[in-house]
T-cell receptor
Framework: DTAVSQTPKYLVTQMGNDKSIKCEQN?????MYWYKQDSKKFLKIMFS???????INETVPNRFSPKSPDKAHLNLHINSLELGDSAVYFC???????????FGAGTRLSVL | SQKIEQNSEALNIQEGKTATLTCNYT??????LQWYRQDPGRGPVFLLL?????KEKRKERLKVTFDTTLKQSLFHITASQPADSATYLC????????????FGTGTRLAVRP
């Protein structure tokens, strides 16, 4: 009955590889986010989609490409992975205007 | 530049005491301020939201204050318990950016029995 679910939970890969992280929410929300939490635990927004439309795109390398096939799903594809991409990536969702965000459990990405 | 600052050092308190965590911000005009709890290996969980025109909000053992003149929010946990041990994050929604949340760095709280 998980509200916001991310897969995989852990991802270990080599530099230069391409990987994807998936997120799904069953809360009926219309807005979804990707955040990056670095080793110092700082949580920073990367992208936001509302009804499949990109509404927030922070200064993120264009190796990161979000895709929202429908308002319940937001995936993150990362090309040419670098050591500095190692972090925990969190997906979140909300109903636009409600402001309270619901987070997934995170995907710990380790780039070797 | 915009900043949201929370005590980076862990707060250690005795069970039963009141924990008080601080969130200071600069160069923001937040419409809302929120507090989240994050446990190790988990995502943040929403606790309380306070609006810019509210001074105080309570929920069970939790209390949040919001002083837009001092640009500060205080988060209190009364009668603290070891189960309250976690990292607490404050987050702002600036007036200008709708539903974009900007988080502080978090403060780790440890409640010892």
């Amino acid at each position: 009955d998980t509200a916001v679910s991310q897969t995989p939970k852990y991802l270990v890969t080599q530099m230069g590889n391409d990987k994807s992280i998936k997120c799904e929410q069953n809360l009926g929300h219309d807005t979804m986010y990707w955040y990056k939490q670095d080793s110092k635990k700082f949580l920073k927004i990367m992208f936001s989609y509302n009804n499949k439309e990109l509404i927030i795109n922070e200064t993120v390398p264009n190796r990161f490409s979000p895709k929202s096939p429908d308002k319940a799903h937001l995936n993150l594809h990362i090309n040419s992975l670098e050591l500095g991409d190692s972090a925990v990536y969190f997906c979140a969702s909300t109903t636009r205007g409600k402001n309270i965000q619901y987070f997934g459990a995170g995907t710990r990405l380790s780039v070797l | 530049s915009q900043k949201i600052e929370q005590n980076s050092e862990a707060l250690n308190i005795q069970e039963g005491k009141t924990a008080t965590l601080t969130c200071n911000y600069t160069n923001y005009s937040p419409a809302y301020l929120q507090w989240y709890r994050q446990d190790p290996g988990r995502g943040p969980v929403f606790l309380l939201l306070i609006r810019e025109n509210e001074k105080e909000k309570r929920k069970e053992r939790l209390k949040v204050t919001f002083d837009t003149t001092l640009k500060q929010s205080l988060f209190h946990i009364t009668a603290s318990q070891p189960a309250d041990s976690a990292t607490y994050l404050c987050a702002l929604i600036p007036n200008s950016s709708g539903d974009k949340l900007t988080f502080g760095t978090g403060t780790r709280l440890a409640v010892r029995p």
